[in-house]
């Protein structure tokens, strides 16, 4: 078997942010901890004995990962390696920017990270209080300087859009800041309010973007990055050459992956399944792993694919299911090509940058 | 048990909606010991759940009933139920004419309505004996006084002995039983005499064919006679005859002068036993058939499509069904380029339309699209030809129409004299031409105009009721062809005409059609990927517009951790809600865009 992506996830935050929605949790001991990690590489362990596996890439996402401290995530780290093979991996791990550092980054370096994803937002202070982060701008370019001390030389950084307050302006400061720092890869998200957050809850009393506003930072920020040399190769996703994410590849290109952790999700030979939203039934080493149906159909590589900037290709399409994509895919597509949303031609359907701000609508529409 | 004819009595009911016809029939039921109090749910005669629900009878029902009247002898009781709406009208006058007589309900607190009144006089001129009857004299808004007046003013029968009951109660229903006795005529009619009989409803039935209801004339049927069906000429050998009873039928040898029942003779169709003919012995024929047959033809059209384009065979399917018992009903297929397949259907008036469509949504469970109502135009063309339009769609360019001419209606509106000028006003604005006004009482009004049936299949009724509080009772009937300034209006999503939503409509009122319906478009279409311009045009010129604006933003940007089951679910979601589209060009319209331009606000 092809080596596969591997994905931990880590439920540790310190506090939570009012906006993000993902599974964590703040009570944290050194027993929880400990024993998280355990079963993590416990799990790891069972899988090796279940099927051959091999990896290629490596992500530790959260939550906030480097909770687990470097003891823990050397130990995970190492099982890995002493129980599977690795290909030229990308290994991320998620971190923050903090006053004061938390992990010992150049020993996580020199243990087999590559590549670190730091949760930055944004640069502007007002903007970061809003959002609960408890870092400054000053603490930003530290944590970015201590990574490059560190060895690492594959970094992202996230930088949110739509945020309460945010301006074309302060958008542009944010980004100017990015484009200086010497990174190699940015993921720019569109604020989105969840259910169950405390933004969902006080959504009235925000000052949220409306979608014009929304259409139009998203449109600033592709024009500013790739004026900037940053490859926009996905919807989200921005990268200097060769720095493309490969982890994050596989879930836009139908690759196997395989996640551990609770809520952590996982596309296997062919299935899609998922951990249970739970830490305790976790701890308890008896999480029940949810079956989500079949994963790899046509449907759902084109519902991906058409998040890249390459599309879908003819080519890739062919060798991946024996056809060429269905003659009825070009013909919807090409309906909205005069309305700037599509890129049509005899062997590709791209998304434009206006369609990938319509991407859910647009390629129902493709698809169905 | 053979009845003399002197203790047969004939009779129907005639009510207007919710006067309480089918709750006296349920009483009349009851004294008469007909049906077992465990067999009675309200409103038997009533069969179809659609009527008991709206309260109104949709087809003739009748029932044999014994009843031992005060004077100690038995007496048989043929109730035949007639249906109460307008779009029925030829119905009721064959079912009146299979009578002597007719218990006239009026509820004591609203009068006299269009529809009773309307009815009377089809009894009055079938020369029925007519019983007037005060109901619902338990609520406390009764007004006795007033309705006798009104039934003195204008029926011109005497109030003076009229039974005031409660059909509710019970109270005092025997007495209407007792003035049926005393007052209604035995039928009279000669057995020795070549057989004529009456057909006043038939249904079909899966194993025993269509089953026709007779009132008999003349002579006499029994089994295995061969009868004739005087306007279609189709001859049939009777397999069972009989009478009806409230729950049953009960098998006869024969059926004679006088009588009323039921035959059965192998018929497979129910368009060779219409309504209206005269059955007679095909060996002893009667010379002529009883007056009064014709053929009822629609008048009101519009094309019906499945939601569900899969669901085209189901349709078709519950149509055919539909017909087998209701000759009235037509529909041939139909292709439009925004709905796919589908029937255009004829129909006797609007509520006839109505319950069709209602009944294939609850008994067929067919989700169903229809298109504007239609009535049928006479276009004269330029080289002389006349042809009859009952579809927007085939309407001929303007430049090749010499004369257009659109049917118009005589309608009666009775209404409390408060009310007048709502009406006129409604009336003036539907290109009523007002012909009489007449004050029944005091207080209420008939009001009478000519209107065009295209302004009253349009959403007339509801305006009617809204503009009198539901006050207003209406009854009209269609006098002929009058020519008519009139022009196709069609509506372009997007640049593409969509025909299903393409209709006829008088010059002057096109410009305020086209923008209401343009307005009320765009509220139903959601926004689209780009922006949508709506368009009312006249042969090629634009007459409203309005825009659908594009969206902006629908992306769910963050995948975290390879968590595609949103986006999954998202696309599940959206499949969903696509079943609920049509796709016109490259624009997605609601389902419910194509009903809702059927009913445009003022």
Redesign the interface.
């Known amino acids: 078997m092809k080596p596969i992506g591997l994905y931990i996830h880590v439920p540790f935050c310190e506090r939570k942010c009012p906006y993000c929605n993902f599974f964590s949790t703040t009570k944290i001991t050194n027993e929880i901890v400990d024993r998280y990690t355990d079963i993590i590489c416990n799990t790891l362990v069972k899988y090796k004995e279940k099927i051959k596996l091999s990896f290629d890439t490596v992500y530790f996402g959260g939550g906030t990962p480097s909770l687990l401290g470097d003891k823990n995530l050397i130990k995970i780290i190492k099982t890995i390696k002493n129980n599977f093979k690795l290909f030229g991996s990308e290994i991320t791990l998620e971190i923050n920017p903090t006053t004061l550092p938390i992990v010992n980054l150049k020993q996580l370096r020199e243990e087999g990270f590559n590549r670190l994803s730091i949760g930055v937002q944004s640069t502007i202070d007002r903007e970061l209080k809003t959002l609960g982060r408890q870092y400054s701008q000053k603490d930003i370019k530290n944590t970015i300087k201590l990574a490059k001390i560190a060895g690492f030389t594959n970094i992202s950084l996230d930088l949110m859009l739509a945020i309460p307050e945010q301006s074309i302006k302060s958008l542009k400061q944010s980004i100017n800041f990015f484009i200086s720092q010497d990174i190699q890869h940015i993921s720019a998200y569109l604020l989105k309010v969840e259910k169950g957050t405390l933004f969902y809850k006080n959504k009235n009393k925000l000052n949220l973007k409306n979608e014009n506003e929304e259409s139009e930072m998203y449109l600033f920020l592709v024009s500013e990055l790739t004026n900037n040399g940053f490859k926009h190769y996905e919807i989200s996703n921005f990268a200097r050459n060769g720095y493309k994410s490969k982890h994050n590849l596989k879930y836009w290109n139908s690759k196997d992956y395989l996640g551990i952790g609770p809520s952590a999700h996982s596309f296997l030979a062919g299935r899609r399944f998922y951990y249970q939203r739970s830490l305790q039934k976790f701890l308890s080493g008896n999480s029940e792993v949810i079956y989500d149906g079949k994963g790899g159909t046509i449907e759902e590589y084109i519902m991906l694919r058409l998040r890249l900037s390459d599309g879908i290709k003819n080519n890739l399409f062919k060798q991946r299911f024996g056809i060429n994509i269905p003659q009825i895919y070009f013909e919807k597509a090409k309906n909205f090509q005069k309305y700037g949303l599509t890129v049509v031609d005899k062997s590709s359907i791209k998304l434009t940058n206006k369609g990938f701000l319509l991407s859910n609508e647009l390629i129902s529409r493709i698809l169905l | 048990m053979l009845f003399p004819r002197e203790q047969i009595r004939n009779f129907s009911i005639i009510a207007h909606i919710d006067h309480g016809k089918s709750t006296l029939a349920d009483r009349i039921l009851e004294l008469t010991e007909s049906v077992s109090k465990r067999e009675m749910s309200a409103q038997l005669l009533d069969n179809m759940d659609l009527e008991k629900e709206r309260g109104i009878t949709i087809k003739a029902r009748a029932v044999t009933l014994l009843y031992k009247a005060e004077n100690g002898k038995e007496y048989i009781f043929n109730l035949i139920d007639t249906p109460g709406h307008v779009d029925f009208n030829y119905e009721v006058s064959r079912a009146l004419a299979a009578c002597e007589g007719a218990v006239l309900v009026v509820d004591a607190s609203q009068g006299i309505e269009a529809q009773t009144l309307a009815n009377t006089y089809l009894a009055i001129e079938a020369g029925l004996e007519i019983i007037p009857v005060i109901n619902k004299i338990d609520l406390p808004s009764a007004d006795t006084k007033r309705v006798k007046n009104e039934i003195e003013d204008v029926i011109g029968l005497s109030a003076d002995e009229v039974p005031l009951i409660s059909a509710k109660t019970g109270l005092n229903v025997k007495t209407v039983l007792e003035c049926i006795v005393s007052n209604v005529p035995p039928p009279d009619g000669d057995p020795e005499k070549p057989l004529k009989a009456l057909i006043f409803d038939s249904y079909y039935d899966a194993y025993k064919g269509v089953v026709i209801y007779v009132r008999i004339k003349d002579g006499r049927v029994k089994l295995g006679d061969t009868i004739r069906l005087m306007a279609t000429g189709a001859e049939f050998v009777v397999v069972e005859c009989g009478f009806l009873h409230a729950t049953n039928l009960e098998k006869r040898d024969e059926l004679i002068a006088g009588e009323v029942g039921y035959i059965t003779a192998s018929i497979k169709s129910i368009s060779d036993a219409r309504v209206g003919d005269t059955v007679t012995n095909a060996q002893n024929p009667a010379p002529k058939p009883l007056p009064g047959y014709r053929t009822v033809n629609p008048v009101v059209f519009c094309g019906v499509y499945p939601v569900d384009g899969t669901k085209y065979g189901d349709l078709r399917e519950a149509l055919e069904k539909l017909q087998l018992n209701d000759a009235a009903l037509t529909f041939e297929p139909e292709t439009s380029v925004a709905l796919g397949f589908g029937f255009r259907c004829g129909f006797l008036g609007l509520l006839h339309m109505e319950i069709i469509q209602e009944r294939l949504e609850r008994e067929y469970n067919l989700d169903i699209i229809t298109t504007a109502p239609s009535v049928i135009y006479r276009i004269t063309k330029t080289d002389g030809d006349v042809v009859y339009i009952d579809n927007p769609t085939n309407y001929p360019e303007s430049g090749l129409i010499q004369k257009s001419e659109e049917p118009v209606a005589n309608a009666h509106i009775y209404v409390p004299a408060d009310y007048v000028g709502n009406i006129m006003e409604l009336c003036q604005e539907r290109r009523g031409i007002f012909k009489d006004m007449k004050y029944l009482d005091k207080d209420r009004v008939d009001i009478q105009y000519t209107l065009p049936l295209n302004e009253i299949v349009y959403d007339f009724f509801d305006k009617l009721k809204s503009k009198t509080r539901g006050y207003a009772s209406f009854d009209y009937e269609i006098i002929g062809y009058a020519e008519s300034d009139l022009v196709k209006l069609d509506i372009l999503l997007n640049g593409d005409i969509v025909d299903a939503l393409s209709f006829i409509v008088h010059r002057e009122k096109a410009y305020q059609r086209a923008r209401k319906m343009a307005e009320k478009l765009k509220e139903k279409i959601p926004r689209q990927?780009?922006e949508v311009p709506i368009q009312a045009c006249i042969g090629g010129k634009v007459i409203a517009r309005e825009t659908v604006k594009a969206?902006?933003?629908?992306?769910?940007?963050?995948?975290?951790?390879?968590?595609?089951?949103r986006?999954?679910k998202?696309?599940e979601k959206?499949?969903e809600g696509?079943k609920r589209m049509r796709q016109i060009g490259?624009v997605?319209v609601p389902q419910d865009a194509f009903m809702s331009i059927l009913k445009l606000d003022d």
């Open positions: 990927l780009f969206m902006r933003k629908d992306v769910l940007a963050k995948c975290y951790g390879g968590d595609i089951t986006k999954k998202l696309l959206q499949k696509k490259t997605e």
